[in-house]
């Protein structure tokens, strides 16, 4: 499974010629991490209103405000994503995401770092809004292992 998206994500990158990057903030479960990510477009429908993408993303961070045990982790995630303007708008969108994350999260319990794997499906939902163009600002709710708000700079490359 891991193996095929990564090479869906690959293969996408090649074939569209429309990409975004962006860098994003997480105030999750357990810890607070930054990250970046891609998103090449796959397919545009009504004008751009609704668009269909990939996306492939790298997170880490650590327990910087909390009192846990978790000393830092690290997060590989990758879907697919839609983000709609029908309903709100041209300046504002909705965001839907849907993804596998692999996570892994180094705990110190009695001085004794171990490490713990946690991987699963994720799902967030949100919306966003484009200010300046070619940037836009999202905030969104993301469910799954490290669920909590995510907010995100993007930056289309076209």
């Not at 479960?29 to 990250?35: D, P, T, V, W, Y």
């Amino acid at each position: 499974m891991k193996t095929l998206i990564f090479v869906l994500l690959l293969s996408s990158i090649s074939i569209c010629q429309k990409v975004s990057v962006g860098s994003s903030y997480q105030l999750g479960k357990n810890a607070e991490s930054i990250g970046a990510f891609v998103s090449p477009e796959i397919i545009t429908l009504n004008n751009r209103k609704v668009i269909f993408r990939l996306y492939g993303g790298y997170y880490l961070g650590n327990n910087w405000g909390y009192q846990s045990n978790i000393v830092s982790h690290h997060r590989l995630e990758a879907g697919f994503e839609s983000k709609n303007t029908m309903v709100t708008g041209e300046k504002f969108f909705n965001h839907i995401s849907f993804g596998y994350s692999i996570q892994q999260n180094k705990i110190m319990e009695n001085n004794i770092t171990e490490t713990m794997s946690k991987d699963g499906w994720n799902f967030s939902f949100g919306f966003g809004t484009r200010l300046i163009n070619p940037f836009s600002f999202m905030a969104k709710y993301v469910w799954g292992p490290e669920k909590g708000i995510r907010l995100t700079m993007e930056y289309d490359l076209f």
